[in-house]
């Protein structure tokens, strides 16, 4: 973790700064690292190996059950219909456009039907999974955010720059970048993070040091996931 003093220290600073800005800064250096790192830089050139895509997909496909469990339960702490909506319109992308895109891909990409239900998971993944279960268990509708916020402002903020020069092939790429690159999630992201401001500086101190530590745990999570798309240990199809 950087050396990021708390909120209070940092809003003295930084004046104007928001708290998930503070958030990013506390997550550094993974945070640059997953931003910048290999993979997302061949996704947005659509240049990565196919071997290198099938264990990045056959491993991030295992989220998916997570993930959604993640949403439904900020869905239900959140405070008002307001911010339960762009969740919930979230949650049916996922369950449906996202969700045929990894379909589709495995099928382009030769996945075994095994290999696509159960495959051994990597490290990152395993524990990335956990960290999804501990926010969702969370009664705190902060803690929930704090998680989904690192999953996509993190492709946000690798995707965004190729929204208009990434190559149309291989479509396992281009869409990929597609589906974290287009306005909707933009706006969704920024939404995200827009509450996620609000609930920081509704907690207490101790309230923020937990959101911090799921946020900073996240970050370097998302970097190591990105990594174990290069390791020749997991299978690959």
């Not at 945070?31 to 997302?40: L, P, T």
Request: proline share 7%; net charge negative.
């Amino acid at each position: 973790m950087s050396e990021v003093p708390d909120w209070s220290e940092y809003r003295a600073a930084h004046p104007g700064a928001r708290p998930t800005e503070w958030l990013r800064d506390a997550a550094e250096p993974d945070w640059s690292a997953a931003v910048g790192h290999a993979f997302a830089r061949a996704c947005n050139e659509g240049a990565v190996p196919e071997a290198v895509m099938r264990r990045y997909l056959v491993q991030d496909y295992q989220f998916i059950g997570a993930f959604t469990a993640l949403l439904g339960r900020a869905i239900h702490t959140a405070p008002d219909l307001p911010a339960r909506l762009p969740l919930g319109r979230f949650m049916g992308l996922l369950c449906s456009e996202e969700n045929t895109y990894f379909v589709r891909s495995f099928d382009a990409l030769g996945v075994a039907e095994a290999l696509r239900r159960d495959p051994p998971l990597s490290a990152a993944a395993r524990d990335f999974r956990a960290l999804m279960q501990r926010a969702a268990d969370s009664p705190r509708h902060a803690d929930q955010l704090a998680v989904l916020c690192v999953a996509e402002w993190i492709y946000l903020s690798w995707a965004r720059p190729a929204r208009d020069t990434r190559p149309a092939e291989p479509f396992w790429c281009a869409e990929w970048v597609d589906l974290h690159a287009s306005p909707y999630f933009e706006g969704f992201v920024e939404g995200l993070r827009a509450a996620l401001d609000r609930e920081v500086l509704a907690l207490d101190a101790a309230g923020r040091a937990g959101v911090r530590a799921l946020f900073v745990k996240a970050a370097r999570l998302e970097r190591a996931f990105f990594d174990s798309a290069y390791d020749e240990s997991l299978p690959a199809g």
